[in-house]
């Protein structure tokens, strides 16, 4: 995977997939099918998919950008009988 700015990374995880796009055009001076397959491949780093076949369901997660830029992500495993879900 390239090089790309944390400003992406921000902008997959707040949902603002245009700016994600835009941002990786620009800094790796590429064409936009390259941009989104990039972008794509990046979501998938981030927010990776459970694996439907073993009944995996995804826990919670924590995401922190820290001081120095960089981001911090927690996962805890789901339970046993909540699928990862808490109650109220």
Do not use: N, W
Not at 3 to 20: F, K, N, Q, T
Not at 62 to 73: A, Q, T, Y
């Amino acid at each position: 995977m390239a090089e790309l700015p944390e400003s992406v990374d921000r902008d997959i995880l707040e949902g603002r997939p245009i700016h994600a796009v835009k941002t990786i055009r620009e800094s790796q001076g590429c064409s936009l099918p390259e941009a989104v397959d990039l972008y794509a491949r990046r979501c998938a780093e981030l927010r990776p998919e459970p694996d439907a076949a073993a009944g995996e369901r995804p826990g919670p997660r924590v995401l922190r950008f820290e001081p120095d830029g960089s981001l911090h992500v927690v996962e805890a495993p789901p339970g046993p009988d909540t699928g990862g879900r808490t109650s109220a």
